[in-house]
């Protein structure tokens, strides 16, 4: 082939690649509702996770969800259904099994990846709902609060709805705008303020500081740690978090003393996880 009719070809084909374009994440999920209208378990999960993004989409905090996993006898419930329609060998039964069949992996990945929608839509990586909000607003007693590394603001705003009286003070450094959600989407008035500034301002007017999802790639959450130690011993410190895990540094968790006493450990059964990912809130010393 000549290098003009490559060049040709070379073109079309980058042309029809970008005619495919994946179906949007919500959009594929009412498809795959509409496949299994039949199986309430499957119907469930997808409802779940549409409704935790309409509440979002208008302002609101999420209710908890239940495990994004499809149960494990899917498969057997989807043939035992397939063949009350259709006698054995009938070829619209094995038509439309190939078509659960075929999707059943593909839901599961779609439900798997809804954490990452959250990142990725709403900036929002901690799954703030709306009883762990209330649960935490409780616990704190409205006794004066700073948030550091707030991203958009969710506990602050959780908080808020609970009791408008309480003093919160929302910071973040807005250093991940570029990258990712982070700090583009606030559902409360945020500071600008990196960490450790933020407690230099604050750490004399408070008595928490709320810490959620610092990134697991830099130190920043160490060296808040050791500024509450050296110079704000009295400050309560509460982070959220998958201890040894997605989030905060590995030397954070090596050098952090964590506790959860009884109280706390009622704010922890609402934040429920819905995935692979244990996230807790734990009191650091």
């Known amino acids: 082939m000549n290098p ?3 060049k040709q070809l070379k073109k079309r084909v980058k042309k029809a690649q970008q005619a495919v374009k994946p179906v949007p994440y919500l959009q594929e999920l009412e498809g795959y509702r509409d ?12 409802n779940n996770v549409l409704e935790s993004d309409r509440l979002l989409k208008n302002g609101l905090l999420p209710q908890p969800l ?10 057997d419930t989807i043939f035992q259904r397939v063949n009350e329609q259709y ?86 450094s807005q250093d991940w705008v570029r990258e990712n959600e982070t700090g583009r989407h606030p559902v409360t008035g945020i500071e600008r303020l990196d960490a450790l500034s933020a407690i230099k301002k604050y750490g004399d007017q408070v008595d928490f500081v709320i810490m959620s999802w610092a990134p697991d790639k830099q130190e920043t959450d160490w060296e ?27 030397k954070f968790w090596q050098e952090a003393k964590l506790s959860q ?25």
Do not use: C
């Open 4 to 6: 003009k009719k490559l």
């Open 35 to 46: 496949l299994f209208e039949d199986f309430p378990a499957v119907k469930y999960l997808i």
């Open 66 to 75: 239940p495990r994004l996993l499809l149960p494990d006898n899917i498969q």
């Open 87 to 172: 006698p054995q060998g009938d070829p619209r039964g094995d038509a439309l099994w190939n078509r659960y069949n075929d999707a059943l992996p593909k839901l599961d990945r779609a439900l798997r990846n809804f954490r990452d929608y959250l990142e990725d839509t709403y900036g929002m990586w901690s799954y703030v709902n709306a009883p762990f909000a209330k649960a935490l607003s409780d616990y704190l007693a409205g006794r004066p609060v700073l948030e550091i590394m707030a991203g958009n603001g969710y506990i602050s705003k959780g908080l808020r709805n609970n009791n408008s009286q309480q003093k919160i003070y929302t910071t973040d």
């Open 224 to 250: 808040v740690l050791q500024l509450l130690r050296r110079e704000y011993p009295k400050v309560h410190f509460l982070v959220i978090g998958e201890r040894n895990g997605a989030t905060n540094s590995k």
């Open 261 to 285: 006493d009884e109280r706390l450990q009622k704010v922890n059964q609402q934040l429920h996880s819905f995935d692979l990912i244990d996230e807790q809130i734990y009191t650091v010393q």
